[in-house]
């Protein structure tokens, strides 16, 4: 069974910078997609990046591109998520999720807030 422990959130102002980090265990990560999402105050969960596990592709949401990078270090099994010029609107919880290529995410960490004041 997959578990994933996020770390790295925090209060930050407006146009700063954090780095969130994903510890991933319970399973070999081949063929494996992980991934972040965030959910703020009122709203639907929304996915903000992704990466596959092997080849490392990557693919962001409109609203962070060019401001985030998701990343990941096989050898430490942990995936993390750059975060700068960071805007209030990025505020929310944000949660690391796995799962196998193709089907949906289907494991998902427990998640870590993020504040931006303005």
């Known amino acids: 069974q997959v578990q994933l422990v996020e770390s790295g959130g925090g209060l930050v102002q407006a146009g700063g910078s954090l780095r969130l980090s994903c510890a991933a265990s319970?399973?070999?990560?081949?063929?494996?997609?992980m991934g972040w999402f965030r959910q703020a105050p009122g709203k639907e969960r929304e996915v903000v990046a992704a990466?596959?596990?092997?080849?490392?592709?990557?693919a962001y949401a409109d609203s962070v591109k060019g401001r985030f990078t998701i990343s990941r270090d096989n050898a430490k099994n942990t995936m993390y998520l750059q975060m700068n010029s960071l805007k209030p609107e990025d505020t929310a919880v944000y949660y690391c999720?796995?799962?196998?290529?193709?089907?949906?995410?289907?494991?998902w960490g427990q998640g870590t807030q993020v504040t931006v004041s303005s």
């Open positions: 990466i596959t596990w092997t080849a490392g592709r990557t």
């Open positions: 319970g399973r070999a990560f081949s063929n494996y997609r």
């Open positions: 999720a796995a799962g196998r290529l193709g089907p949906p995410f289907d494991s």
